[in-house]
Structures are given as C-alpha cells and as structure tokens.
C-alpha cells in the first residue's frame, strides 16, 4: 500500500500555476522584436530565443517522459528549424495544450514516485514539475533584462 505525503496544492491548482507562468512568458516572447528574440544578448547569455528552445524541450517531453515512464535524453532538435518569433509561438502554444493532455495521466499517487528526467536528475515527479516551472520563471528573468536593456517595458509579472 501506498501512502501520500500531505497535500499543500491540488494537482488542478499546480496545472493552474504552471500554465499562468505559460502564459506571461507567451506574452514575454510576443514583446520581443524579432531580430532581438534571436539575436540580443547580455554578459554571455544566450539570446531569448535559445531560452525558450531549452523551456520547449523540457516542459512537453518531460512531462511525457514521467507519464509514460520513459527515461530520454534531453534535446532541442525540435526547434532547430525555427526561424521565426511565430514560430515559436505557434510551438508554445502546441506544449500548452500538450502539457494540459499529459497531466490528465497523473494520478495523485505519481507525484510521489521518483523519475530520473533526461536520465539526469532522480527526484520525485512535484520536484521535477518544480524544476520545469522554476526554469522557466528563470529564464523569463532573463528575458526581462534583456527587454528592459532595449527599452521596451516587459509584462507585469502577476499578469498571469
């Protein structure tokens, strides 16, 4: 028999979460001009668009990967051919809808069990969703320095 740890928040209201941060880093890349989404860089860091590269190839087939219990390496190669801001945005919007698809499989019990995601990192699948969600408000971060350094004012944050 199984036990649960004790719940603090429902997996609806973790979906819920996730998906409002989706969303303001959406409207983070809409605010990028399109040369800059590709291009704009401060210190060494990688311009915005290989960000959201690394966000795309986490979210859908990290989350796939623990409903479907299958350990696979990490891999941008599904946005090596994007060219174009609407792209992008176009395959963000597709992991949107795949994200919702994957997470009516878990059950309350998974969120317990150990994954080894990319066959990197063994923790319990609410610390790998943790991960996806604390990458990504990371990586927005950096998406807003790199707006305000253009002079373009970035989305309010609690807009989610």
Known sequence: ?????????????????????????????????????????????RPFAQLISELLAIAVPGLKGIVNREVEPFSEKAT????????????????????????????????????????QYEFPINQNILYFIDNEVHHRGQGYVYLRALGIQPPFFWER
């Not at 992008?88 to 795949?98: C, M, N, R, S, V």
């Open 80 to 119: 090596e051919k994007l060219i174009f801001k609407a792209q992008y945005l176009e395959k963000w919007d597709e992991a949107t809808e795949e994200i919702n698809k994957y997470w009516e499989k878990l059950s309350i019990e998974d969120f317990n069990e150990n994954f080894n995601l990319f066959g």
């Open 1 to 45: 028999m199984k036990t649960l740890a004790a719940q603090v928040i429902t997996p609806e209201d973790l979906l819920k979460h996730w998906q409002g941060h989706r969303t303001l880093t959406r409207n983070t890349i809409e605010a990028f001009p399109e040369k800059d989404f590709f291009e704009f860089s401060i210190g060494g860091m």
